[in-house]
C-alpha cells in the first residue's frame, strides 16, 4: 500500500508543473488572440477616420472566461498615426509567466514581450 502511494505522490509531483505550465501557456495564447482582435480594430478605426486618435475598442475577450483576473489590457495612442496595445499579466499568471511577461502589439506590427524568453519565444 505505502509503494503505491509513493508511485502516486511521485507522478503527481511530476505532473502538476507540467500541468500548471500548460494552463499558462492557454492563458497566454488567449491574451495573444485578443491582442490580435484588438490591433485589427484599430487598423479599421484608422481605415475609416485616417488617425488613430479616439479609438477605443473595448473586447469581449477582455471580459470573457476571466480573462480579466488573468491579463489586464491597454490601449497607448503615441499619436495620429501610431498605437501601442499591451497584456500586462495579473495575479498568477504574473507569478507563473517569467518567460514572457507583458506582450505587445504596436501600429507597425511589432511584437514584444517583457520577459526573459522576448518576443521570438512568446509570440
Given at each position: 500500500?505505502?509503494?503505491?502511494?509513493?508511485?502516486?505522490?511521485?507522478?503527481?509531483a511530476?505532473?502538476?508543473?507540467?500541468?500548471?505550465?500548460?494552463?499558462?501557456?492557454?492563458h497566454?495564447a488567449?491574451?495573444?488572440?485578443?491582442?490580435?482582435?484588438?490591433a485589427q480594430?484599430?487598423?479599421?478605426?484608422?481605415t475609416?477616420h485616417m488617425?488613430?486618435?479616439?479609438?477605443?475598442?473595448t473586447?469581449?475577450?477582455?471580459t470573457e472566461?476571466?480573462?480579466?483576473?488573468?491579463?489586464?489590457?491597454?490601449?497607448?495612442?503615441?499619436?495620429?498615426r501610431?498605437?501601442t496595445?499591451?497584456?500586462?499579466?495579473?495575479?498568477?499568471?504574473?507569478s507563473?509567466?517569467?518567460?514572457?511577461?507583458?506582450?505587445?502589439i504596436?501600429?507597425?506590427?511589432?511584437?514584444?514581450?517583457?520577459?526573459?524568453?522576448?518576443?521570438?519565444?512568446?509570440?
Amino acid at each position: 500500500m505505502m509503494i503505491v502511494v509513493a508511485i502516486i505522490g511521485i507522478l503527481a509531483a511530476i505532473a502538476y508543473p507540467s500541468y500548471t505550465q500548460y494552463v499558462v501557456r492557454s492563458h497566454r495564447a488567449a491574451a495573444k488572440a485578443c491582442l490580435s482582435e484588438q490591433a485589427q480594430l484599430m487598423e479599421r478605426y484608422y481605415t475609416t477616420h485616417m488617425n488613430y486618435t479616439g479609438a477605443s475598442p473595448t473586447l469581449a475577450c477582455q471580459t470573457e472566461s476571466g480573462m480579466a483576473t488573468r491579463y489586464q489590457f491597454t490601449t497607448d495612442i503615441a499619436s495620429a498615426r501610431s498605437y501601442t496595445v499591451t497584456a500586462t499579466p495579473l495575479g498568477t499568471q504574473l507569478s507563473q509567466d517569467r518567460q514572457c511577461g507583458a506582450l505587445s502589439i504596436d501600429s507597425q506590427g511589432g511584437k514584444t514581450a517583457s520577459g526573459s524568453g522576448g518576443a521570438a519565444a512568446c509570440w
